[in-house]
C-alpha cells in the first residue's frame, strides 16, 4: 500500500496482504495497519488497484468499507476484488472499472492507467499527475514483446511521459538482483508442448491460478491433443470461471472434465489443472500426492508439472510435495532447468529501460525485499541517477518533495494487523510469544484446591503437561514440582497470606527454576487454584 498525500488529498495505491511468517503461528493474513488513512479519512479521494494479486487486493475486504471512496482497478481486478468483498458480505458500490488509457479525476490527481505485463491479465501502471509533477508508478511489470494476449506493455506512453517529464518514478524491484531479460511467457507454451506431445498419461499442471495466460496456453494445449480438462482447488475453480465469465479466458464447456467422471476417461485424455504450486497445505495438489482428496489421487504414469518457482520461505514444502508425487509413482516436472515457469517482474535490463524512458528526477524502488530494493537503487546510480536523488524508504516514513529538493519526513503511524479466523487485530505480540512457547516447550499446568478461609492445601496439586514430558516417563519430575508447591502453599498457610496473585508468581518461578535445572527447558507454566 502506497499513500500520496497533497495538501487535503490522499490517493492511495493498491491494498494488499502478505501471508505470515513462520513465527506467526496460526495467524492466516497479515494486512497493513490504517490507522493513519483513518485519522485522514477526509482527506482520502480514491484507491487505486494496479492487479489482481493477493499482494496488492488481499486486504481490500478488510479496509476499503472503512472509507466511503471510489476503487478503481482494471475489469479482472475489479472483478477478483468483487468476489473477495462478497464472500465476506461487503457492499461493492464503491468499485469502478477502468481500462488501460483511462483517466480519472481524483482531487487534485490526474490518475492515468497505462498497459503493462504481468503474470495476471489487466495489470496496469500508473501516471500520477500532481501539481508538482508526475509521478509515475510500474505496478508489477516486464517487459513482454510476445504476450499471449498480444497486448503488448505501453512503452511508447512511459516514453512519453519521460519527455514531458518525470517528478518520480516509483518502479517494481523484485527481480532487481538477476540480470538481462525475463523470459516471455509464451516460452513456458513451448515447453509444454513437449510435454503434451511425448506423454500417455494423465497431464496435472500445479501454477497460480492468477495467471490466467498459463491457464490459457494448458487449455490450447489440451484441445490440441484432445484432452479434457479437470479443474482442482477452490482458487483454481473461483477464477477460471470468473475469468471465463468476463472473457479473459477461452474455456469451451464441452472441454470440461468434472473431478467425479475423471476415472471414466482413459488418462491420455485428461488434463487437471491444479492449485498447490507452492506446496500448500490444503491445496488440491497436497491434498492428492498425500491422498487425501476426496475425488483425486495421483498414481503411476501420472505426469506431474509444478509450473512456478517456490516463494522464499515455502521451499522446504514444494520439496515436501515433490517427494510424495514421486512416492504416488508420478514423473514430476518442476525448477528453472524443466523451463515451465518464467517470472512476471522486469530484470535488470529491463529496469534499466524503464529509468531510461522515464528520465525521473527522483527514484523510489518499491516492492520488494530490502536487498532488491538496495540493489535497484545502485542500478538506478549506475544509470546516472545522483545518490541524493534516489530514496530507499521504510514502511511509514513520508518522502517530502516541493519544487526545490526532496527529502524524508516525519514517521506516521503504521505497521501490521494479523488476522486469525474471524479476529482482526485481537492478536498480538503477547499472543503470539504465548503460541511460541507453546510450540517450542510445551504446557505445564498445577491444579490445586485452597481453602479460602485459612490457605490451606485441600486437594493437589495435580500436574498435566502438554508437550513438554511424557507424565508417565517422569514421575521423578513430577513428584518434585509437587513438593515444591506443597512447600510454597505451607509457608503461604504459616504466614496467613492469601493473595492469591502473589502465590502464584512464587509457584511459577520456583516451578520454572526447578524445570529448568532438570531438563533445560521453559515450559509455559500455569498455575490454577480453586478456593472453596
Known sequence: MTVIEWGNNILVIDCGLMFPNDDMLGIDYVIPDVTYLEENREKIKAFVITHGHEDHIGATPYVIDKFNVPVYGTKLTMGLVELKMKEQGKSTKMLKRISAGDTVNCGVFSVEFIKVSHSIDDAVGLAIHTPLGTIVHTGDFKIDFTPIDGKVIDLDRFGQLGKEGVLAL?????????????????????????????????????????????????????????RKVCLSGRSMIKIANLATELGYLNLPEKMVLSMDDVDSVRDNKVCILTTGSQGEQMSGLVRMAAGEHSKLSIKQGDTVIISSMP???????????????????????YGSLAKVHVSGHACQEELKMMLALTKPQYFIPVHGEYRHIYNHAALAETM??????????????????????????????????????CGIGDVGNAVLHDRQLLASDGLFMIIMTVSKKDAKLIAGPDIISRGFVYMKESEGLIDGTKKIVEKIIKENERKKIKEWSMLKGKIKKSVNNYLYENTKRNPMILPIIIQV
Not at 185 to 212: M, P, Q
Not at 386 to 408: H, M, P, T, Y
Open 170 to 226: 516509483m518502479s517494481d524491484s523484485t527481480n532487481a538482483e538477476n540480470p538481462g531479460y525475463t523470459i516471455s511467457e509464451k516460452s513456458v507454451g513451448a515447453s509444454f508442448d513437449d510435454y503434451f506431445k511425448n506423454c500417455r498419461g494423465r497431464i496435472i499442471i500445479a501454477t497460480f491460478a492468477s495467471n490466467v495466460h498459463r491457464l490459457q496456453q494448458v487449455i490450447d494445449l489440451a484441445k490440441r491433443y484432445n
Open 311 to 333: 516463494i522464499p520461505g515455502n521451499e522446504k514444502y514444494v520439496s515436501e510435495v515433490i517427494n510424495m508425487l514421486y512416492r504416488g509413482g508420478a514423473n514430476v516436472i
Open 384 to 421: 546516472g541517477m545522483k545518490k541524493q536523488n534516489v530514496f530507499i524508504s521504510e514502511l511509514g516514513r513520508e518522502i517530502v518533495i516541493d519544487n526545490r529538493k526532496a527529502v524524508f519526513g516525519d514517521t506516521v503511524s503504521s505497521g501490521v494487523v494479523m488476522i486469525d479466523g
